[in-house]
C-alpha cells in the first residue's frame, strides 16, 4: 500500500475511474430482497436500524410517561391502578435505560466511528448484525410482556428481595432479568468492535493524537462497558438461579446478602450514566468545533478529561446506598470521589467555553440543543454534588428531589445533544437537510418543557414527596405542583412530537444536502451524502486533526486494495501506520438464525431450566453455520 495524493490503484487506472467505482459498489452492496435485509453487515444499514429502534423504544416509554404523570396530576386518581403503575414505571426506567439511552449511543458509534477513522466496515461487522437482532429481541420481550399485562414489576432498579422469589411471584422480575441479559450481550458486542475499530482499522496518519474527540468518547465508553456490563449481567443471572433452580444468592438466612445485589448493580448502574453522557461529550465537541469553525480548543484536556471521567466513574457506586448502613469510613470515600468526578466534567465544560470565546458561533439548530445542553447540564452537576453529601442525601433519598436530578442529568447530558447530533449527522445518513424552522420550534418546545417539568420536582422531593408512589393523599401540599409538572409535561412531549414529524418529513422531502453542507473537518463528511455501500473509493491518508481543513486540493489517499473483494487496512495500533489487508465478512444470514436461536432459548430458561441444555443445540448450529471456515479466493492469493 503506498501514499498517493492523486489516489487511484492500478487496477483502477486499468478500468477507468466509473468502472472501478461500479466493481467496488457491487462489492460492498447489499442486494435487495428480505433475505438480503437479514443478511447485511453493513455498519451504517445495522447502524440506522439501531438508531431507529431505539427512538421507537423512546417514544414509547415517552408514552408511559405522560400516563405516569397523568396519573399524578391529581391526588387519589383512580387513572391507573397501583399495579399497573408498577408495570409502568419499571418498563419506562428499563426502557430508557437499556433500550434507548445506551443502544442508541452506541447505535451512532456503529455508525458513524468507521466512517470518522476512514475505514470501510467495522470490525467483526457479522457480531455486529447478531448485536441488533439481539437487542431487538430483548426489547420485543419486555414490551410484549406490558401488553401481556405480565411486565416486571419490581422497578428498573429490581432490588432483592423485592424481586426474589419470595416477594416476586410469577414471572415478571425472570422477565425483567433476561431482558438485561439480551441488552448487555448487544451492548458487550458492540464495545468490542469498537475498541477493534478504533485501534487496529484507522486510516493511514491517524495517530492516537489525531483521532477525533468523538471516536475518543467511544473509545473510552466502549471500555466502560466492557468493564460494568458483567457486574449487571452477573446479578441478573445470580436473580434467576435465585428464582429458578434454588440457589441463594441474595437469601441471608442460607447465607446470601441483600446487599451483593445493590452492590453489583450499582457497580453498573453508575458507570451506566458516564457510559450514556461521555459519547455526547464527543458529540458536542464535534459541533462545537464546526459551528465555530475552529478546531475545539483543549484536545488534550479534554481527552484526559473524557479518561478520568472513565476511571472514577467506578469509584461512585456507593453514593447510591448511603442509607443502606455502610461503614463510615466508607462513606467519605465514596463522598470525595463523586464530588471528584466535578473536575473532568469542568474542564469539558470550559474547553467548550472556550472553543465558542475563539470562533464565531454560528447558532443553527444543532448549537441551540448544545444551549440546552450546557444549561441543563450545569444545574444537574450541581445537585449531584449535592446528594454526594451523605447529610443531604439522607434527607432527600428516595424523594422526588432524586427524579428531578437524574432526569437534569440524563437528558440534559444525552438527549440534549444527541437530538443536536441528529440534526447534525441526519444529512450525511440521509442526503437530506432537515427543517430549520421545525428545528427551532423542537427546541424551544423541549427546553421549555423540560424544565418546567423537572424543575419543580426538585421542590416536591424538599417538601417531602417520595418517589415510586402511584398516588398521595389530597391533605398534603404536592397537588398544586404535580398538576403543573403534569401540564409541563405535554410540552416536552409536544417538542418530540415536532422532532419526529421533521425526522419524518425531511428524510422524505428535505432539500438535498450535498456532501459536507456545515463545511465540518472530519473524514466521515469527505464522501457523497448517504455514503456509498463501500464509503471511501479510496482509503484516505490523514495528515492532521481536521484533515478536511488542512490546505490541498485533494485529501490524500492510500492505494492498494482490491476492487473486487471486501478488504479493509489493518494499522498499527499507535501510529495508525498500515501493517496488513484483511478481508471484510461478506453478507451472512448466520447472525440472524443465531440471534433467534439465542433469543428462544434465554426466553424459554425464564420457565425451565432444560431450556438452556435444549436450547443449545440450535444455538451450536447456527454458531457452527456462522463460522464453518470457507476457503476464499483471498486465501489463495
Known sequence: MTGDRKGPSPADLAAGNEEAEAVLRRTWATPSGLLAALSTVDHKIIGRRYIATAFVFMMLGGVLALAMRIQL???????????RYNEIFTVHGSNMMFL???????????????????????????????????????????????????????????????SGPQYGPGKR??????????????????????????????????????????????????FLVIMAMPAIMLASSSLILDRLVGTQFFNPAEGGDVLLWQHLFWFFGHPEVYIIFLPAVGMVSAMISTFTQRPTFGYLPLVLAMIATGVLAFGLWVHHMFVAGLPRVGSSFFTASSMAIAIPAGTQIFCWLATLWDGRPVFKVPMLFIIGFLITFVIGGLTGVMVASVPFDTQVHD????????????????????????????PKMTGRMMSERLGRWAFGLIFIGFHLTFFPMHILGLQGMPRRVYTYPPEL????????????????????????????????????AGANPWNASTLEWAMPSPPPPYNFRHIPVVESREP?????????????????????????????????????????????????????????????????IWGAIPV??????WFWPKQTPEDES
Do not use: C
Not at 457480531?127 to 414490551?143: H, K, P
Not at 441479559?181 to 468492535?193: C, D, G, M, Q, R
Not at 422526588?400 to 444525552?414: D, E, P, Q, R
Not at 451450536?620 to 453455520?625: N, P, Q, R
Open 477 to 512: 401540599p404536592w397537588a398544586g405542583l404535580n398538576l403543573f409538572v403534569s401540564l409541563s409535561s405535554a410540552i416536552l412531549a409536544a417538542g418530540f412530537l415536532v422532532f419526529f414529524i421533521d425526522v419524518l418529513r425531511s428524510f422524505r422531502d428535505g432539500p438535498p
Open 548 to 612: 478536511l481543513w488542512t490546505p490541498g486540493e485533494t485529501l490524500p489517499v492510500a492505494t492498494g486494495l482490491r476492487l473486487d473483494r471486501r478488504e479493509l487496512i489493518v494499522s498499527s495500533v499507535t501510529s495508525g501506520d498500515p501493517e496488513a489487508r484483511e478481508s471484510s465478512p461478506a453478507d451472512s444470514i448466520w447472525p440472524f438464525l443465531a440471534a433467534i436461536a439465542t433469543s428462544i432459548m434465554l426466553i424459554a430458561s425464564i420457565f425451565s431450566p432444560w431450556a438452556v
Open 100 to 162: 434507548f439511552a445506551v443502544p442508541v449511543m452506541e447505535a451512532m458509534a456503529v455508525y458513524l466511528v468507521p466512517l470518522m477513522v476512514g475505514t470501510r466496515n467495522i470490525a467483526f461487522p457479522r457480531l455486529n448484525a447478531f448485536s441488533y437482532w439481539i437487542f431487538l429481541a430483548g426489547g420485543l420481550l419486555l414490551w410484549i410482556s406490558l401488553a401481556l399485562d405480565t411486565a416486571p414489576d419490581v422497578g428498573w432498579f429490581a432490588y432483592v428481595p423485592l
Open 173 to 222: 422480575a425472570d422477565i425483567w432479568a433476561q431482558m438485561i441479559t439480551f441488552t448487555e450481550v448487544s451492548a458487550l458486542a458492540v464495545a468490542v468492535e469498537i475498541v477493534v475499530t478504533v485501534f487496529k482499522l484507522r486510516a493511514p496518519g491517524m495517530w492516537l493524537d489525531r483521532i477525533p474527540i468523538f471516536v475518543w468518547s467511544m473509545l473510552v465508553t466502549a
Open 399 to 426: 424523594t422526588y428531589f432524586v427524579v428531578a436530578h437524574f432526569h437534569y442529568v440524563l437528558i440534559g447530558g444525552s438527549v440534549f445533544p444527541l437530538i443536536g447530533a441528529i440534526y447534525y449527522w441526519f
Open 620 to 625: 451450536a448450529i447456527t454458531l457452527t453455520g
Open 73 to 83: 396530576a391529581f391526588p387519589e386518581s383512580r387513572f391507573i391502578s397501583a399495579d
